[in-house]
C-alpha cells in the first residue's frame, strides 16, 4: 500500500511538472499545433467526409436495386362457390430487381451535384485551413510582439533608474536640484504604469494565443522566435485563381447547371425495367365433388407454386399545371444569381488581392524607416548620456532622448509586427497559404 501512494505521488509529481514547463515552438511549429486542434477544420473535416459518402451513394443511382419481401397471413375461411378456401398461415415470400433505364438526365445530373459538392468541401476545408494559420499568426506574432515591448520598456525603466541614481548622487554632493529629482521619479511611475499595461497585454495575448493552439488556458507559452526578422518582399502578384472563396463561387455556378437538369427532369419521361420472383404457399381449398356413380366425395387441394415476372415501364408527365416549368425558370433564375455573385466576389477578391500587395509594400517601408528612426534615436540616447555625465546637457535633454528612444523602439516592433501580419494576408488574399 505505501508503495502503491508513492508510486502514485511521484505519477502526480511528473505531470505537475510537465503541465507547468513551458511550451517552446516557433511559427511553423504554432502553426501545426493550430491545425491539429482547431474545431472548425475538424468540422470542415467531416463535412468533405460527408460529402464523399453522398458522391457515392449518388452512384448507387445507376445500379440496380435488389430488394426482398417476407409476409405471413393469418384469414378466416372464405366460402367460393360451395367450396372452403383456406388461407390460415399462408406465406409468400419474394425478390424483385429494379433498373432504372432512363430518369430525364436526373441520375447524371445527381452524380454531378455530388462530385460539385465534394469539391466544394474540399475548397471549404482548404479555406478553413488558411483561416486558421491566419490566426495562429496573428496570435503569435502579436505575443511577441508585446513580450518585445515589455522587454523594451524594461530596458526604458532600467534607464530611468540609472539617471534618477546619478541625480542622487549629484543631489546629495550639492550640484544638483529636488526638482529634477521629482521629475524623474514622475517619469518612473509613468513607465511603471506602462509597464503594467504591458504585462497584463501580454498575458491576454498568451491567453489568446493558447486558445488559438487549442491548449490549456494556463499553459506558458516560450516563443523561439525572440526577434522579428524582416527581408525585402519576393516579387508580388494578384492573381486569385488559387482563391478557394474564388473556386467555391465557380462550383455554385456549376452546381445551378445542375439543378436546371434536375429541375427538366421532372417533366421527361422515365424508363424502367424490373424483374421478380414470388413464392406463395400453405393455401388450402376443400370442397365436395362427385364420382361416376353419383357419390358425393371430399377433396382437399394444396397450393404451394412460385411465379415470376419482368416488366418495363415507362411513366410520361401529361399535365401538372405547368409545375414543371415553373421549376425549370426558378432554377434558371439561380443560377444567374450565382454567376451575378461570382462576377461581383470576383472583383472584390481582386480589390482584397491589390490590398494586399499594396500593404506588403508599404509595410516594408515603413520598417526600413522605423529602422532608420531607431538608430539615429540609439545614437542620440548615447550621445545626451555621454554630455550628461559631463554635465554638457540639462536633465530634459536627456529625458527627452529617453522618450525618443522609446517611441523609435515601439515604432519599430510596431513595423515589424505589422509587416509580418501583411506577409500572411497577402498569402491568405491570394490562396497559397498551405
Known amino acids: ?47 468533405a467526409r460527408k460529402a464523399e459518402l453522398d458522391k457515392q451513394i449518388a452512384f448507387r443511382g445507376y445500379l440496380p436495386k435488389l430488394d426482398g419481401t417476407a409476409t405471413g397471413t393469418y384469414l378466416t375461411d372464405m366460402d ?5 378456401l383456406q388461407m390460415r398461415g399462408m406465406y409468400m415470400a419474394g425478390i424483385s430487381v429494379v433498373q432504372p433505364l432512363y430518369a430525364g438526365g436526373r441520375i447524371i445530373a445527381g452524380n454531378k451535384l455530388a462530385r ?24 503569435y506574432w502579436t505575443y511577441i510582439s508585446v513580450g518585445r515591448k515589455v522587454r523594451m520598456l524594461e530596458s526604458y525603466k532600467t534607464q530611468m533608474d540609472t539617471a534618477f541614481h546619478q541625480v542622487e548622487v549629484a543631489l546629495s ?35 489568446a494565443l493558447c486558445n488559438v493552439l487549442g491548449q490549456p488556458l494556463d499553459t506558458e507559452i516560450t516563443p523561439a522566435d525572440t526577434v522579428i526578422s524582416v527581408s525585402a518582399p519576393a516579387q508580388m502578384d ?20 445542375q439543378q436546371v437538369k434536375m429541375a427538366r427532369a421532372d417533366v421527361l419521361p422515365q424508363i424502367g425495367l424490373s424483374a421478380g420472383y414470388l413464392y406463395y404457399g400453405n393455401i388450402k381449398l376443400k370442397g365436395t365433388t362427385y364420382d361416376n356413380a353419383g357419390n358425393a366425395v371430399p377433396f382437399t387441394q394444396k397450393f404451394d407454386d412460385g411465379l415470376g415476372l419482368v416488366m418495363a415501364s415507362v411513366s410520361i408527365p401529361l399535365f401538372h399545371w405547368g409545375e414543371g416549368l415553373k421549376k425549370v425558370k426558378k432554377a434558371r433564375l439561380d443560377l444567374e444569381s450565382a454567376r451575378l455573385d461570382l462576377q461581383k466576389n470576383q472583383r472584390l477578391l481582386s480589390i482584397e488581392a491589390r490590398q494586399a500587395v499594396q500593404n506588403v509594400t508599404d509595410g516594408y517601408r515603413m520598417v526600413e524607416t522605423a529602422q532608420l528612426g531607431c538608430a539615429q534615436a540609439d545614437e542620440n540616447l548615447r ?52
Request: charged share 25%; hydrophobic share 40%; aromatic share 4%.
Open 173 to 207: 554632493a550639492g550640484m544638483g536640484v529636488e526638482n529634477d529629482l521629482l521629475r524623474i521619479r514622475t517619469k518612473q511611475s509613468e513607465i511603471h504604469y506602462q509597464l503594467q499595461k504591458a504585462r497584463n497585454g501580454l498575458d491576454l495575448c498568451r491567453l
Open 1 to 47: 500500500m505505501k508503495k502503491l501512494f508513492l508510486s502514485s505521488l511521484a505519477a502526480l509529481f511528473c505531470w505537475t511538472a510537465m503541465a507547468q514547463s513551458p511550451l517552446t515552438l516557433d511559427a511553423q511549429a504554432c502553426r501545426e499545433m493550430a491545425l491539429a486542434h482547431n474545431e472548425d477544420l475538424m468540422r470542415a473535416g467531416n463535412e
Open 116 to 139: 460539385i459538392g465534394k469539391e466544394c468541401a474540399d475548397e471549404n476545408l482548404r479555406k478553413t485551413r488558411m483561416q486558421v494559420i491566419a490566426d495562429a499568426d496573428n496570435a
Open 238 to 257: 494578384e492573381n486569385i485563381s488559387a482563391r478557394p472563396e474564388l473556386a467555391l463561387l465557380q462550383k455554385q455556378v456549376e452546381a445551378g447547371e
Open 80 to 84: 367460393l362457390m360451395g367450396m372452403e
Open 383 to 434: 550621445v545626451m548620456q555621454n554630455r550628461y555625465r559631463n554635465a554638457l546637457c540639462t536633465l530634459t535633454d536627456l529625458l527627452d532622448a529617453q522618450s525618443q528612444w522609446q517611441q523609435a523602439q515601439s515604432n519599430l516592433i510596431e513595423a515589424q509586427t505589422q509587416y509580418k501580419l501583411y506577409e500572411t494576408e497577402y498569402l491568405r488574399a491570394t490562396g497559397r497559404l498551405e
